[in-house]
């Protein structure tokens, strides 16, 4: 179906734009290998809901995160043994969903390195602290949990202070007595139980309760009110989620108990994947690049993760708050980032600036165009960036693996297709990389439109190996 198909109701210059952007898609796609194959385990792949019944993985529910499953299928797709593997870098570690997979898989004789980095300083803390999970100490986890549990059942009268985020004053999100009986939970955890390291896991669990606390849910870009009338008070959840993380941790011991494997050594930095300027005095170079960037689709993490950001205090201010959004990659309008001109500057003739161009020609004359240019923009410049860096911290020869989903953005009348596997794709050729495959995992439809460039999939990049000349 030609994509003008959908706009019956527009100018003949829209459509004829929105038909140079297909034809431009079209062009480039065919000069990639594309596969797909649309079976239930490919299509799970690049999502996070299998992982909610996997020891470890399930410590933190991810919406955002792709599959524990996926470091297998890739390294079978790119032949690579994982257990001759050194280190693997994920500049967009999330809840480090990668790189648990890998210490959990991992049964080489060598020392594994794994690094990740991720920006929200919330979410890079959930990632270490399921990384460390061997490092807790079972047995002064369960003795704490039921002391945790009846003191918060206790907590009688006491009220806390609640951070200036509007959302949490709000009582209709939150109604006070669970507000207050997840800030009492949250100053038995880090000053009165005198946990030591167990801090963390005590955390984690405290706020992986927090949205089942709550009267909403995250639901894509928004928190949507929901009835939860019959849900059990704090005491009970807190207590629930602890005990199924100290079960999950007896699991993986287990499982790993028999194991005999070299060292593996996991770090989730706090920092910006774009630069990797945390790697800077680092001289690893990784076997192996597997991430998922934030995708072209406006959605802006910082925001849907604010109440866990705000309650456990890894932020403490508006300003700190702001500070934080303009930090993050430009995949969302949230706020007015600086301007940059990196894909003006490569030649006319660049598929990125071919493909980037047109999406540009199509954008509607309204209110939004500014907005939604400045955002294309600024998400190329910043994906261009990333690539450069990750081709000088990928081993020649090293896959460098990008899981991305494509969006449509504007309305049923006039909808604007962003095709960002191949936006990716281009950079990652200008980028200095081969792209040997999209795979598709799945074509993804929404009711109004159908077209065939909304869909998720898995880019397989590679560094290109030293010719004879060492270059
Ligand atoms: C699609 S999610 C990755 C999910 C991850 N694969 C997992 O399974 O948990 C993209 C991540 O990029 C992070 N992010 C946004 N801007 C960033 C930046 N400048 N540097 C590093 N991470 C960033 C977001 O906070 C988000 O966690």
């Known amino acids: 179906m030609k994509l003008s198909a959908q706009l019956k109701s527009q100018t003949s210059s829209a459509v004829s734009a929105l038909d140079s952007l297909g034809h431009v898609y079209l062009e480039f796609e065919n000069t990639l290998h594309v596969d797909s194959d649309n079976s239930p385990t490919s299509s799970s792949l690049t999502h996070f809901n299998g992982n909610k019944s996997e020891p470890i993985h399930r410590w933190f529910s991810y919406k955002e995160g792709f599959s524990s499953q996926l470091l297998s299928w890739v390294c079978k797709a790119c032949d690579l043994n994982l257990d001759s593997v050194a280190a693997i ?17 991992y049964r080489g004789n060598r020392t594994l390195k794994l690094v990740g980095v991720e920006r929200n300083p919330f979410v890079a803390s959930v990632g270490r602290t399921k990384l460390n999970w061997q490092s807790f100490d079972v047995k002064k986890i369960a003795n704490c949990i039921p002391k945790l549990a009846s003191k918060v059942k206790a907590r009688g009268d006491l009220k806390f202070e609640i951070a200036e985020l509007t959302t949490l004053r709000n009582e209709k999100v939150f109604n006070r007595r669970r507000l207050y009986d997840l800030l009492f939970a949250r100053e038995l955890i880090k000053n009165e ?75 989730v930095f706090e920092g910006d994947g774009r630069t990797l300027d945390v790697l800077s005095s680092s001289d690893t170079r990784f076997d192996m690049i597997l991430y998922s960037p934030p995708y072209l689709n406006n959605l802006d993490y910082s925001e849907v993760y604010k109440m866990e950001l705000w309650l456990s205090e890894a932020v403490s201010s508006s300003a700190e708050f702001r500070r ?9 309008p949230s706020l007015i980032f600086p301007e940059t001109y990196l894909v003006d500057h490569l030649p006319a003739a660049a598929w990125s600036r071919r493909l980037r161009d047109a999406l540009l020609e199509l954008l509607p004359n309204d209110s939004r165009r500014r907005e939604r240019a400045r955002t294309i923009r600024a998400y190329m410049d910043d994906m261009l960036v990333s690539l450069r860096n990750q ?31 191949l936006l990716i794709a281009s950079l990652a050729q200008e980028a200095g990389f081969e792209v040997e495959k999209l795979h598709v995992t799945r074509y993804t439809r929404r009711r109004d439109y159908s077209e065939s460039v909304l869909r998720e999939g898995i880019l397989i990049l590679r560094r290109p190996r030293l010719n004879a000349r060492g270059s």
């Not at 019959?230 to 999950?248: G, I, T």
């Not at 934080?324 to 969302?332: C, E, K, N």
């Open 89 to 105: 870098l994920d500049p967009f570690a999330g809840v480090a969903t990668s790189l648990l997979s890998a210490q959990l898989l």
């Open 193 to 267: 139980l005198q946990l030591g390291h167990e801090v963390n896991f005590f955390l984690l669990g405290w706020a992986s309760i927090i949205e089942g606390a709550s009267n909403v849910r995250k639901d894509g870009r928004a928190l949507r009110f929901v009835d939860k009338e019959n849900r059990q008070p704090v005491y009970k959840l807190l207590e629930a989620r602890l005990s199924q993380m100290l079960a999950d941790i007896r699991t993986a011991s287990k499982a790993l108990s028999s194991v005999k494997r070299g060292d593996v050594r996991a770090t």
């Open 324 to 332: 934080l959004r303009l930090q993050t990659l430009r995949s969302h």
């Open 391 to 421: 081709y000088i911290f990928a081993r020649p020869g090293a896959p460098v693996i990008c899981v991305v989903g494509n969006s449509v953005h504007g309305s049923k009348e006039y909808p604007i297709p962003i095709a960002t596997d």
